[in-house]
C-alpha cells in the first residue's frame, strides 16, 4: 500500500465511522483473525470465475497442492485419524478445525465443517486453497497456524500495484500490499504449531528465515512462483487476457516435491515439475582412497549439499518425508562390493539407511506418525539450506576384484515411507514413487570416476585411475 493510498483509505475510514479513534490506528482498522462463522461461502468467487480473465494463472493453480489440497487423499486418511482422535479426547482439547484451517479455508470460516466428513463443504470450499480466499486475505496476524484476515468482496488485495490505478479491471478492485510480496504470507499456513502443546511441526517459512536466502532477499515466491526454482526468473506475459503486457507476470504452479498424490490424481504438468523441483535441489560429492588392498576396509565418504532448496531437505510434513542415500561399488566386472539403501520389495529400508526426516515422540516417548500425538521431537536430522552433510561407508576390498572400482551414488525422496502409506490404506493400494533428486557421477559424465585395487596394481592402471577422477 503506498503513504498516498493509507491517507486515502484513512480519510474513508473516517467518513464511513467518523471516528477520530481510527486516524490514531494509522487509518487502518485493527482486526482479528477471522473465525469459524465469520463468513459465508457464498461471498467467495469460484476459481473459475477468475479464469475468464486470468486463465493462464488458473491453468497453473488448477492441479496444484493449493487447488487439491481439501481433496487430497493422503491429507482425508489423516484428517479422519485426527477426527478419531479429537473426538476420544476432552472436549476441546483438539480442536476439530484445526487442520481444515489451511487445507479448506474457505470451509471453515464459513462453518461448513464440520462435518468432518466434508459433507457439508459448497465447491468454492473444496477448492482448497484457492484464488479468492488467497486475494482476500488483508492482513495477518503472524507465521503459522491459518493467523489469517480476510475481508472478501469486490476488492482484490495483491502485490502492491504494478497498474495504473486506470487500468484498474472493471470486474473488481484492486488494493496491493507488500505482504504478497513476502515469505511471511506462505508463513501463515507454513510453519504449523501443536494446537494444544504449542510443539513445532513443520517450519519451512522458519527454516528460510534462518538461512541465508532471507539475507540475500530471495523469497519463496522467487521459487515457487516464478520458472526459476532455485531464484527469480522473469516469466513475461499477460496478469490478464484484457489487460497489459508485463516484463513479469508471477506464476502459480506451487510446486515443491510431490509426486506422489499429483500421480495419483492424474496431475502429471504438476508431477513433472515436482521432479523437476527435486532434482534442482541436491548435489553429491564422492570421495574415495586412490587405491586399496584386497581385505582392507575401504572408506567412501559422500557429502551431501542442500545447494538449491530455500529451506531444510526435506521441509514441510518431515514425519512423513524421506531422503536417503543408495551407494553402489562395483568393480570392472559388475561385481558388487558393497551395496546400501536400496528398498526391498516391500519398500522398506534396512536399519542401516540414513534416512533424513524428523521423528516426533509421544506422551510416553514412543515414536508416532501421528502429529496430533506428539510431545517432543526425538529426531531430526535434516539438511539445512547451504549446508552438507557427509555419510561414511566402508565396506571389506574382497579378493579378485577387477580394476577399476566405480563407485555409484543416488540421493533419492519419497513423499512417505512405503510402510506409512500401507498402514493408513493397506497394502498394495499406493506405491509412493521414488525420485532420484542427484547422482554421482552426474548423468552426463562420460566414464564414472573409479578407484584401483592395489593386489594387481600396473602403472596403467594407477594412470587410469588418476586420469578418471581428475574432474
Ligand atoms: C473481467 C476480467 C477479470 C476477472 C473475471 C477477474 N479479474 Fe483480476 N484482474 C483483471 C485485470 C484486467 C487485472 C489487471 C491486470 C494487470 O494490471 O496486469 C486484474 C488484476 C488482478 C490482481 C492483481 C492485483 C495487483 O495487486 O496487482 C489480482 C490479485 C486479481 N486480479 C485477482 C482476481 C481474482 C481472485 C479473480 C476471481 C475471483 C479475478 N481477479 C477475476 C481482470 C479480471
Ligand atoms: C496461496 C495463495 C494464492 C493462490 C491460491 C492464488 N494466488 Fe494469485 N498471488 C498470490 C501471491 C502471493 C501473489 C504475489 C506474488 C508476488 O508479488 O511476489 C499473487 C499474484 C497474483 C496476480 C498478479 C500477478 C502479477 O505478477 O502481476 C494475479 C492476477 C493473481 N495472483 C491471480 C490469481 C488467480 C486468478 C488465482 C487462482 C487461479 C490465484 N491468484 C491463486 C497468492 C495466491
Ligand atoms: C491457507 C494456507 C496456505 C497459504 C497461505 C499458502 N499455502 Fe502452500 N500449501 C498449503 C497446504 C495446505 C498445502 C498442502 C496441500 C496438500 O498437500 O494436501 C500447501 C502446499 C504447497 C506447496 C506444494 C508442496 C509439495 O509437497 O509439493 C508449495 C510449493 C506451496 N504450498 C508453496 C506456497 C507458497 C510459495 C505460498 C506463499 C505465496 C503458500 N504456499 C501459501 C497451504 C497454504
Ligand atoms: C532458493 C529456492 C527456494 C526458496 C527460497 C524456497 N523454496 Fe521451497 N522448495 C525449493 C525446492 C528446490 C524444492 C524441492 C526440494 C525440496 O523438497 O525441498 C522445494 C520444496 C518445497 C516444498 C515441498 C516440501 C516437501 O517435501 O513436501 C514446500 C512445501 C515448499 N518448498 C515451500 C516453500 C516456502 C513456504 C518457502 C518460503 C518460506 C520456500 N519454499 C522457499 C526451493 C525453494
Ligand atoms: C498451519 C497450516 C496447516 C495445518 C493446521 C495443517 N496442515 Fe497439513 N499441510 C500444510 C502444508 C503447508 C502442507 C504441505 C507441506 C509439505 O508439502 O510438506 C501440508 C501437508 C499435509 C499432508 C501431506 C499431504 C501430501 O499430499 O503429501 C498431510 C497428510 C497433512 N498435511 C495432514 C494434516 C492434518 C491431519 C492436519 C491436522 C492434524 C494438518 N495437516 C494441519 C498446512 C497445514
Known sequence: ?????????????????????????????????????????????????????????????????????????????????????????????????????????????????????????????????????????????????????????????????????????????????????????CGMCHNIYHPVNNLTLAATYTEWEESPYAEEGVRCQDCHMTPGIVGFEA?????????????????????????????????????????????????LTVRVPENAEAGESVDVEVEITNSGAGHKLPTGVTEDREIWLELIVQDAAGKELYHSGSPDEKGG???????????????????????????????????????????QHSFLMPEGAVNPISVQAILHYRSASQEHIDALFGEGVYTVPVIDMATYPEEEMASSPGFGVLEMLSVLCMFMFLKKTKR
Request: aromatic share 10%.
Open 349 to 391: 529400508l534396512d536399519s542401516g539407511t540414513t534416512v533424513y526426516h524428523t521423528i516426533f515422540a509421544d506422551s510416553e516417548g514412543r515414536p508416532t506418525v501421528k502429529a496430533w500425538e506428539a510431545e517432543s521431537v526425538l529426531f531430526d536430522n535434516r539438511i539445512p539450506p547451504k549446508s552438507s552433510v557427509v555419510e
Open 1 to 185: 500500500m503506498t503513504k498516498d493510498k493509507g491517507i486515502r483509505k484513512g480519510i474513508a475510514c473516517l467518513a464511513v465511522f467518523a471516528s477520530g479513534l481510527l486516524l490514531l490506528a494509522g487509518g487502518s482498522v485493527t482486526a482479528e483473525r477471522s473465525e469459524p462463522g465469520a463468513f459465508v461461502s457464498d461471498q467467495f468467487s469460484k476459481s473459475g470465475l477468475c479464469s475468464g480473465c486470468h486463465g493462464n494463472i488458473f491453468g497453473q493453480w488448477d492441479g496444484s497442492m493449493h487447488s487439491n489440497a481439501n481433496e487430497d487423499f493422503f491429507y482425508q486418511a489423516r484428517l479422519q485419524e485426527y477426527v478419531e482422535a479429537a473426538e476420544a479426547a476432552e472436549t476441546g482439547e483438539l480442536p476439530l478445525t484445526f487442520c481444515s484451517s489451511c487445507h479448506t479455508p474457505v470451509g471453515v470460516v464459513s462453518e461448513e465443517i464440520p462435518p468432518m466428513d466434508g459433507s457439508g463443504l459448497s465447491e468454492v470450499a473444496r477448492e482448497g486453497v484457492q484464488c479468492d480466499f488467497c486475494h482476500v486475505v488483508v492482513e495477518s496476524e503472524g507465521i503459522g497456524n491459518a493467523p489469517y484476515i480476510l475481508e472478501p468482496g469486490d476488492t482484490k488485495w495483491g502485490p502492491p500495484l504494478r497498474a495504473a490505478e486506470e487500468d484498474a479491471p472493471p470486474s473488481h478492485g484492486i488494493e496491493g500490499h507488500e505482504f504478497y510480496e513476502e515469505s511471511r504470507y
Open 235 to 283: 516469466n513475461p506475459g499477460k496478469a490478464a487476457s484484457n489487460g497489459p503486457d508485463r516484463e513479469h507476470v508471477y506464476t502459480h504452479f506451487f510446486v515443491g516435491a510431490n509426486a506422489f498424490v499429483t500421480d495419483e490424481l492424474g496431475e502429471s504438468r504438476h508431477e513433472k515439475r515436482a521432479i523437476e523441483y527435486l532434482k534442482h535441489a541436491a548435489t
